[in-house]
């Protein structure tokens, strides 16, 4: 049977998403785009209610509205455990069984719905964001700030504007304790119609992280990547200031000791980092012995896992030495044990340009935007950037 012509592989992109349980294809064809947009009628903030007050919805909750630990519900990026806070039980998500610091990552639970009203149910012990997918898409184009650090419960009210058969999926950050949802008497929820995806995991320092004053845990670049790659059960091990050899402040891990929180069943794992071990390698060969550590321990975990090396870099074309050390002594390592090792410091003018950052530019590239005024991490604009762009790598030299 002849084929037929698809030059622009959107057939292909289909089919793999379906046999990935990546889209459910009654969604609609929006779902196929790399770069969803904001849905034609974004919502507005969610109503607020009172602290442990009952639903705002007109005429009450359907009291079989599901709970956090309700079957109908995916859990994506992390298995949830009971937390208690005051009466009310929670579902946190806790995606590192070895940390004693406050998770950031990144998680989502997923529900079909055939309603208008939805209440988001959680407290924010440490603060946190949520956003809203609908079909595929945002619901706002940044994500909603839930209230500020209380143990409080509260319920957002969101109006969807009409009723109708809707995929929802609520990401939410580490901080969120999510209690469940609520919807009117006459609304339903169900089951999402395709499997859950094998995990994809990354292991990074705070380039993949919640960095305060810089950007929330949804604008760090592995979301991104993630997106860009149809990838949804991502879970993130990132913690900032920690690395290959550095374990950062109190109660965080380095990068090695942190494999054993990357899910059996992970299908990729991207390890990225880090500037944070400048200064470290000493004796000379101790961050190769540490390589070379963290990457076996990574095949002895998921032995069926690809595997992607990001090396150190700086978001600016030049690179300092001590930077250009780092990825010296970890790149042959690196190329012994990954399916791919990704250099964006050593492929001048192929990553970022110019040496500015913001508040005080050079004009003489994308640096003046991608580089945060802080000389180090990226900003919003420079994760996006880069997230999609080790997307294009990965998507280009691995056969996913």
């Known amino acids: 049977m002849a084929q037929l012509a698809d030059p ?3 057939a292909r992109r289909l089919l793999l998403r379906q046999q990935r349980g990546l ?30 007050a009952g639903s705002a919805i007109s005429g009450g909750e359907n009291a079989n509205s599901p709970r956090w630990d309700d079957r109908r519900f995916q859990y994506l990026g992390a298995a949830p455990v009971s937390v208690t806070l005051g009466t009310p039980t929670y579902g946190r998500c806790e995606t590192w069984v070895g940390q004693t610091v406050v998770n950031q990552a990144m998680w989502s639970v997923e529900i079909m719905a055939d309603c208008r009203y939805v209440e988001f149910i959680h407290t924010n012990p440490n603060s946190g964001f949520f956003k809203l997918w609908i079909d595929g898409q ?12 209380t143990t409080a419960q509260y319920r957002e009210l969101i109006d969807l504007g009409s009723r109708a058969v809707r995929h929802l999926l609520f990401e939410m950050s580490g901080q969120t304790y999510f209690r469940g949802l609520a919807h009117e008497m006459t609304g339903a929820m169900w089951e999402v119609p395709h499997p859950k995806p094998p995990p994809v995991a990354f292991l990074t320092d705070s380039f993949g992280d919640y960095v305060s004053g810089v950007y929330d845990p949804m604008d760090a670049w592995p979301v991104y990547c993630a997106r860009v790659l149809g990838w949804r059960n991502v879970y993130r091990l990132a913690q900032g200031g920690t690395g290959y050899l550095n374990s950062g402040s109190t109660g965080k891990r380095t990068f090695v000791n942190r494999v054993s929180d990357i899910p059996s069943d992970t299908s990729l794992v991207v390890v990225q980092g880090s500037t944070n071990d400048v200064g470290l390698d000493s004796p000379a060969g101790t961050l190769a012995t540490a390589s070379t ?16 090396v ?15 050390a780092l990825r010296t002594a970890i790149q042959p390592v690196a190329e012994t ?14 990553w970022t340009t110019g040496n500015g950052r913001v508040g005080a530019t050079d ?3 994308s640096a003046d935007l991608y580089r945060h005024s802080d000389n180090l991490h990226p900003t919003v604009a420079g994760a996006r950037y880069f997230g999609r762009k080790v997307a294009a790598r990965i998507a280009a030299e691995l056969p996913l």
């Open 293 to 308: 550590a963290l990457y076996s321990a990574i095949r002895t975990r998921v032995p069926a896992a690809k595997l992607v």
């Open 23 to 52: 889209d459910d294809p009654a969604l609609g064809a929006a779902r196929l785009t790399p770069y969803p947009a904001v849905i034609a009628s974004p919502l507005g903030t969610p109503t607020r209610g009172v602290a442990d």
């Open 310 to 324: 990001v090396l150190p870099f700086e978001f600016g074309q030049n690179q300092q030495a001590s930077v250009a």
């Open 138 to 149: 945002p619901a706002t184009e940044t994500a909603w700030a839930g209230p500020s650090s």
């Open 8 to 10: 622009a592989g959107t």
């Open 363 to 365: 004009g003489a590239g």
């Open 337 to 350: 044990y990954a399916d791919l090792v990704i250099d964006p410091g050593g492929e001048s003018g192929q």
